[in-house]
């Protein structure tokens, strides 16, 4: 089995117009050496407006960023105001889609069965889902957030095959530590990111639990990505308020890969 490799992905939110989009990953792609591209992938996730300009610089460059979108209808097409489909992020060349973002939950109302759907349209149109979940700090508190979080992967995979999920990307992200400066502590991360693996193995069989790659989400920065990478089920992170900050998300992805820094 080919080890995992690590994902360090930006999650910009929304934040930076598109020219702003364009002057951020220039900045990423060439104070990384290439080097660095071949022991962990490096993708951004725009706001919608700015991913064609992201695409253009990363075809016309070649970069070695990937990048992707942050959300995805569950249609492919039609009568649904404001959304974007499957197909035409997949035409932007969009590797990644985060699904389920705990943002879209509590702002917009999103369920369980709604990520699902998503996730559904991401690989319908072969583009890899970020399956975000987590708990907010009441059920942190009240020690139910393994038991939420089961629930979470349950009803989201709901339906899938082994070879679905094996094309999935999963991210733990405890609400409660999503821009409030407040990590997990790394065997916390781990503890969760074990339960999932462990879940994965248990419905669509060890092959896929050792393939899939878990990610960790809220406040990573530099300083602590080295302690929560070393962790033995943890294949990276999606990050969000330093990933705006191109020597600091530059910095976050060398210590990702190894180092040194460049
Ligand atoms: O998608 C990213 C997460 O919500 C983490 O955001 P953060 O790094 O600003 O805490």
Redesign the pocket.
Known sequence: MAPRQPLI?G?W?MNCNHLEAIALVQKIAFSLPEKYFAKVEVAV?PPFVDIRSVQTLVDGDKLLLKYGAQDISPHDKGAYTGEVSGPMLAKLGCHYV?VG???RREYHGEDDKLVNAKLKAALKYEITPIF?FGEKLDVREAGGHLELVKQQLTDGLAGFTAEQVAKIVF?Y?PVW?????RTASSSDAQEVCAAVRALVAEKYGEDTASTVRVLY?????SSNIGELIAQKDIDGA??????LEADEFTKLCALAAGGPLP
């Open positions: 992905a999650n939110k996730l985060v973002h705990s943002e975000c991210a992200e530590a999503i821009g409030t400066g989400g809220g406040s990573v920065k999606l990050v969000g308020g330093a990933s």
